[in-house]
């Protein structure tokens, strides 16, 4: 207020108006082609629901700063532009150290691929099975291919490729605040982005009995386009089911998770954040995950399964990027 005192009315004006042309700048900053902007703000985060898993509480206050959101998740399209530019090579794709493999569903998987001796089912999770040769070209194993599929989201994409792809195109991963700020739509105290009740017309998730039988109900027995449902009352599309999403943050295991137990090894990447659930995710949580705004795991950054996807974010000029 001395500040004030001291200034005469135009000086004053001035220096409001510089204040607030510096604090709008962040949001008229041209939006890049194909992302949201979002002003940020404070919402609550997570859930204390009686249904809440470990990882999605505590509910509690969280702070972003203006940031964009891609509007969908990378589609295959966009990632082939990427490769075609970088010659890059995924971790599912190989060759050494690279795996070389990756993660399919049992139901998807063609008969001839189940039968060979180097597809690995999972132990106790006998409807994953690891095929050698599938990748995000050929997302169904040996012999597959995206031509039908360029509208979907990429899948077979580790956190780590993830993150060179964000890179190349002059982005980077969504924090775990902002991916769920941007998820919630502006909307509180609800489990998704239209309501408190599920409704397949808006997500693609499974129907029927996991893992032998998915009813279709929604049209898709795995991805669909990236526009196919209806976005949320920010714009954004396929937020929650379709796939999990990579976020930057590493995961925390809570307290009570048994992978909190499990000590990190020497030279171990840490674990990160997924985001949002997939196709063979629930509305209810009878199987899998209960896919909804909150819905939240971790897994190894070299992981990559046909139900593993991400979108990029980035910050406006001159806005720090909020804290991991």
Not at 54 to 79: G, H, L, M, R, S
Not at 287 to 304: L, Q
């Amino acid at each position: 207020w001395i500040l004030f005192e001291s200034m005469n009315f135009v000086t004053f004006y001035t220096f409001v108006t510089f204040a607030l042309f510096c604090a709008h700048a962040e949001l008229t900053e041209e939006v890049p082609e194909g992302m949201i902007p979002l002003e940020g703000g404070s919402f609550m985060m997570g859930s204390d629901d009686k249904d809440a898993t470990p990882d999605e509480k505590p509910k509690k206050k969280a702070t972003v700063a203006p940031f964009f959101i891609d509007e969908t998740p990378v589609t295959n399209k966009d990632f082939r532009k990427f490769v075609k530019e970088t010659k890059f090579k995924t971790e599912a794709q190989g060759p050494p150290p690279a795996f070389g493999w990756s993660f399919m569903l049992a139901l998807d998987t063609p008969k001839e691929i189940l039968a060979k001796e180097s597809t690995r089912k999972i132990p106790n999770q006998d409807h994953w099975v690891a095929v050698e040769g599938a990748y995000w070209r050929q997302p169904r194993g040996p012999g597959s291919g995206i031509a039908e599929v360029m509208d979907h989201p990429v899948t077979h994409v580790s956190w780590n490729d993830a993150k060179k792809y964000c890179e190349h195109v002059g982005k980077r991963l969504p924090t775990d605040k902002e991916w769920e700020f941007a998820a919630r739509g502006g909307v509180a105290k609800k489990q998704w982005p239209w309501g408190n009740k599920p409704d397949i017309t808006k997500y693609n998730i499974w129907q029927g009995k996991f893992p032998k039988e998915n009813t279709e109900e929604d049209g898709f027995l795995t991805t669909s386009p990236v526009k196919h449902f209806p976005p949320n009352p920010y714009g954004i599309y396929d937020m929650i089911g379709n796939v999990w999403e990579w976020v930057a943050n590493k995961y925390k295991p809570p307290a009570d998770h048994p992978q909190s137990k499990q000590q990190q090894q020497p030279g171990e990447a840490p674990m990160r954040v997924m985001r949002g659930g997939s196709f063979v995710d629930s509305a209810d949580g009878s199987f899998n995950h209960k896919a909804r705004i909150t819905t939240k795991m971790g897994n190894t950054p070299d992981s990559s399964a046909a139900n593993t996807g991400f979108r990029c974010a980035l910050s406006p000029k001159h806005v720090k990027r909020d804290e991991l």
